[in-house]
Structure formats: structure tokens, C-alpha cells
């Protein structure tokens, strides 16, 4: 990652977290303070970081940071009550807890230990793996799936 990259991540971050404060004091521009620093977010900083993994030859990576991005566009439909919001967060929960997050885990177990990739690293990785699991978890059980809309009745 490059240090444009540092930045732009570091500035919608910030603009994200003014446009939480604006949207919980209710106060004006906070719809445009946080679509814009959503949206920087999603559209900008996550695809480079997509691409730099795709470099890298690190597929499962990229993935996640898709599905993480299409997350963060569901969050942001959902806070700007926006239609399909629950499609979008369920189908990347859905996705990113039953193929991603086990794959990462496996492929992490599996990977052989050289100087590159110690022991120490494995038990890193599948440990983050393990709190993401867990974090996906809780949001799943949360999800009411009875009210979300399959993609075959989009009009």
C-alpha cells in the first residue's frame, strides 16, 4: 500500500466518523458528510486495496475486501434508509461468513511454515480469522432473513 493510499483510507475514515457525529446530533450536512466519506471509502480506497492484493496473487484477500466494500455500501444505504439495504448486508455477511472467512482460516492452517511465514504468523492469521468469524457471526444471528428480499423479485 502506497502512501496515497494511507492517505485517502486515513481521510474518509475521518470524514466518516464527523459524519456519524453530524448524523447522531442530527445536524445539518450529515447525509452528504457521510455518503461522501462512504463512498471515498468504498469506491476509492477499497479498490486500490483490492487491486494491490491482486498483485500480490492474494485472491482470497480481495474478496473479502469486495464483500467488505459491498458492506459498507449496505451500512451506508441502511443509515440513509435506502432501498436494498438488507440485500446488501445479508448477501455479504452471508457470503464473507460461509465461504470467505473458512477459506482464509484453512488456507492460513494449511499454509507450510518457511522463512517467510512462521509459526507465529499462522497462529496470527487464524486467530484474526477466528474474531472475524465471530464478529459475522453475531451480525448474522441478528439478521432477520425472513424480511430480506431475494435477488429474483428485484423489479
Known amino acids: 500500500m502506497n502512501n496515497l493510499n ?22 445539518q450536512g450529515a447525509a452528504v458528510v457521510l455518503t461522501s466519506g462512504f463512498l471515498i ?27 467488505l466494500s459491498t458492506l459498507i455500501i449496505g451500512v451506508l444505504f441502511k443509515i440513509m434508509h435506502w432501498p436494498f439495504a438488507n440485500f446488501l448486508i445479508s448477501w455479504s455477511v ?6 470467505i472467512t473458512p477459506i ?13 511465514f512462521s509459526k507465529e504468523d499462522r497462529m496470527k492469521n487464524i486467530l484474526i480469522g477466528v474474531f472475524i468469524l465471530a464478529i ?18 428485484i423489479p
Do not use: R, V, W
Open 6 to 27: 494511507e492517505k485517502i483510507g486515513i481521510t474518509s475514515s475521518i470524514i466518516i466518523i464527523a459524519g456519524c457525529l453530524l448524523k447522531a446530533f442530527h445536524l
Open 94 to 99: 452471508t457470503i464473507s461468513l460461509f465461504g
Open 136 to 153: 459475522l457471526s453475531l451480525k448474522y444471528a441478528m439478521m432477520d432473513l425472513s424480511k430480506i428480499p431475494s435477488p429474483y423479485s
Open 41 to 67: 471509502f468504498s469506491l476509492i480506497f477499497m479498490p486500490s486495496i483490492i487491486f494491490s492484493q491482486l498483485k500480490e496473487k492474494k485472491i482470497i484477500h480481495s474478496i473479502a475486501g469486495f464483500f
Open 104 to 116: 482464509y482460516i484453512i488456507s492460513n492452517y494449511y499454509t507450510k511454515i518457511n522463512e517467510n
